[in-house]
């Protein structure tokens, strides 16, 4: 029998309407789109412990000054840039024949922590892998007690000069060195008519060193109160380094380090010795060098 077209066509969709049938009882609404692959997480940036290039900024302790002569700046015996091979500066021990041409000393004497922004300014246009900050003995030696700078202000101040280096370098190392006892500078030069005569004479830290063979109560709270204000400031220094992931504190291996009268200029009794100078390249560079920081040892005992 001759089958129509009509039914041809009929039976010919028959399948099909099977097939869409079939698959809108089955299916369990539209698939979700499968999920993207996880995003590949940026590394942290991990702590270079050998850069090729050093920039310093801080103040007169960072300059060597009263290293070498009396009232003025002996940068070739700097702990960070210095050339003098006595010394074993941070820069000698990273750099070795580069180190003239491959670290800038852009410290002041007489600096504060105010000054600090204008010092990274001119630090990150010579693009170093390494800045090292030593700032602060100057906030607490102030004329008086009352002048010292706030711990707020030196947070702000710190803070901003961080951000002057975050911004075009970041991926610079930073070393943050604690401020020295001051208070060690007293008890060390305290017995001594020629020390004593000189922080007079030269008016060197009027509010920790001023009327030095002075016992009294008052004095000693005097003192008590600018040991206290470093502490504040060494607080400061490990708190905005601690937020920076490329920043190393040490631990306040400066502030704890037991100096002795060896350790200080024979001219002022206050700045470091060359030998002073080279106990603190050599405390930078154990930090600086190793993968992890180092724990700064107990207080040595004299």
């Known amino acids: 029998m001759p089958v129509s077209r009509r039914s041809l066509a009929a039976t010919s969709a028959l399948p099909l309407v099977l097939v869409v ?13 499968a999920p993207a692959p996880d995003e590949v997480a940026t590394p942290a940036p991990e702590w270079n412990t050998s850069p090729d ?8 302790i ?4 009263d290293a070498c002569s009396l009232l003025s700046d002996c940068p070739e015996a700097s702990w960070v840039t210095g050339t003098d091979t006595a010394v ?12 003239a041409e491959r670290s800038w000393n852009l410290a002041a004497t007489g600096a504060r922590v105010a000054d600090l922004p204008a010092q990274a300014a001119e630090a990150v ?36 000069a961080f951000g002057v280096i975050r911004e075009e370098l970041p991926e610079t190392g930073i070393y943050v060195s604690s401020v020295p006892d001051l208070m060690r500078l007293w008890e ?7 020390a004593r005569t000189v922080w007079q004479m030269a008016n060197i830290c009027p509010s920790m060193l001023s009327e ?20 504040e400031y060494n607080t400061v220094l490990e708190d905005v380094c601690a937020a920076d992931v490329l920043c190393r504190y040490d631990g306040g291996a400066v502030f704890d380090f037991r100096f002795t009268s060896s350790h200080l200029s024979d001219w002022d009794w206050f ?4 030998e002073g100078q080279s106990e603190l390249a050599a405390l930078a560079y154990e930090q600086i060098t190793t993968d992890q920081p180092v724990e700064p040892a107990a207080p040595r005992v004299d």
């Not at 290039?53 to 007169?60: N, T």
């Not at 960072?62 to 000054?65: H, K, L, P, V």
């Not at 800045?131 to 700078?149: F, K, P, Q, R």
């Open 21 to 33: 049938t079939l698959a809108a009882c089955t299916s369990e609404g539209p698939r979700e789109a």
């Open 53 to 60: 290039s050093v920039a310093a900024i801080g103040d007169s």
């Open 62 to 65: 960072t300059r060597a000054f």
């Open 88 to 99: 074993s500066s941070l820069a000698q021990q990273l750099l070795g024949e580069a180190t």
């Open 125 to 160: 246009r010579h693009e170093p892998e390494l800045v090292t900050v030593l700032i602060g003995a100057n906030d607490a030696c102030a004329d008086d007690v009352a002048s010292m700078t706030s711990p707020a202000e030196f947070r702000a101040a710190l803070t901003e």
């Open 188 to 194: 060390e030069g305290s017995e001594s008519f020629m």
């Open 212 to 231: 030095a063979s002075d016992a009294g109560v008052s004095a000693g709270e005097r003192r008590a109160e600018v040991r206290a204000r470093v502490q």
């Open 271 to 274: 700045h470091p010795s060359r």
